[in-house]
């Protein structure tokens, strides 16, 4: 890792819903989002975000499809058994690649207790 995550970031594993594709990253849960853009709104996604180098899939990359649409400058990322989504690639405007992941995904977050916030990617 060239960057030391910020201190606020814990290390997480996470999984898609069969178990095939797993996964490991360092995040800041105070900063994740709901957003409204149609395809987080279907999929009831609830997202953070790590620095590329602070995401790590650790099995199952096989197991993996992308699906882009709109300006396809989001892969997101679903597994090709059971369909859920764990993470998705991006990019910052400056060009730093990022993974957005799910946080429905994350072992051993309390969901109940988190307050993400809202983004409006619809009309972004
Ligand atoms: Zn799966």
Known sequence: MSDTPPATARAFTGACHCGAVQFECSLDLSGAIVCNCSICSAKGLIMAFAPAEAFR???GEDHLNEYRFNRHVIGHMFCTTC?????????MPDGTKIAAVNVRSL???DLAALTPAPYDGRSA
């Open 57 to 59: 899939v650790t099995a």
């Open 83 to 91: 369909g859920v989504e764990p993470f998705a690639k991006g990019e």
């Open 107 to 109: 072992k051993g977050v």
